[in-house]
């Protein structure tokens, strides 16, 4: 199947409301399918049909709304998880836009700038990584940003695990868009 055309993903939520994935309108219906939806929000987006029912003789149909909360147990540790940091997801939290010289630019012309740089002790972590490009980061090399005279024009933080789905989400529908901005500090640069 062609993804440029494929329908959205589904935002998966545990039973308590916690973002847990982004999966497959197809992916969603096994889980319709096996009872596993305790509860949905906004209005269904996709149908999906299926085989005919010997016994009805209708075709089987699961239409898959925007978000679905999964049953199951919620581990009491999921709300403490940082999110795993990648260079598209530390971009995107950056919108592309370089913290020295105020640039915005492509993937291509944007490196993982580590503030303490990693050779002085710095972390590989959310709070020590900015987006820069390569002139900026070549220019600032193995120094801090003070010795460089280089000023960040924005600083780091950690995503929340709602600000995370939206930095992973593929194409996001209004109503998950909604759903996950109503969680995320009016601080954070998604609102920007
Ligand atoms: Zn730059």
Known sequence: MNRKWS???????????????????REAAVIYASDGVAWTLGAAFHVLRGGIQRTTGQQSR???HPIIAVRGAVPTSAWRQVPTLSNPKLFARDRHVCAYCGGRFGFDDLTREHIVPVSRGGGDTWMNCITACRPCNGRKGNRLPEEARMTLLYLPYVPSLHEDM???????????????????????RLHG
């Open 62 to 64: 699961i239409e898959v």
């Open 7 to 25: 329908a959205a993903d589904v935002l998966q939520l545990d039973v308590s409301g916690r973002p847990q994935a982004w999966v497959t309108p």
């Open 166 to 188: 939206i930095l992973r989400g593929r194409r996001i529908l209004a109503d998950q868009m909604d759903f996950l901005l109503a969680s995320v500090p009016r601080s954070s």
